[in-house]
């Protein structure tokens, strides 16, 4: 899998983060309870390595092979951004590491 950071750089309401892969339905399935419709904006509780909730926002998932990469993708819009004091990289730890990356670079999840 990779994940990106789909955000400009500076301060933001919302923090996008995009992941790709093969195991995304899995990740999902952790971090939101479940894999949302496809193309459905839905309200999700993001949940943490623990279960505990860590955010509240909107997820979006876009099936194979009609995606940004053409593997399945999930698009999660959370609160604020870099530089706002609530940033997804702080939030989801490795899934948003590529925030930090020059030019929001997409990074390997293991």
């Known amino acids: 899998m990779i994940a990106a950071v789909a955000t400009a750089p500076g301060r933001a309401g919302i923090g996008v983060v995009r992941v790709s892969g093969k195991k995304l339905q899995q990740l999902a399935s952790r971090l939101l309870g479940g894999v949302p419709a496809p193309r459905l904006a839905v309200r999700a509780v993001f949940r943490g390595a623990a279960g505990e ?30 530089g706002s004091g609530h940033d997804p990289e702080a939030m989801f730890g490795s899934l948003a590491r590529a925030s930090q990356s020059p030019g929001n670079s997409p990074v390997a999840l293991s």
């Open 53 to 82: 909730p860590i955010d509240d926002g909107i997820a979006l998932f876009f099936p194979a092979p009609a995606s940004y990469t053409g593997e399945d993708v999930l698009e999660l819009q959370v609160t604020g951004a870099r």
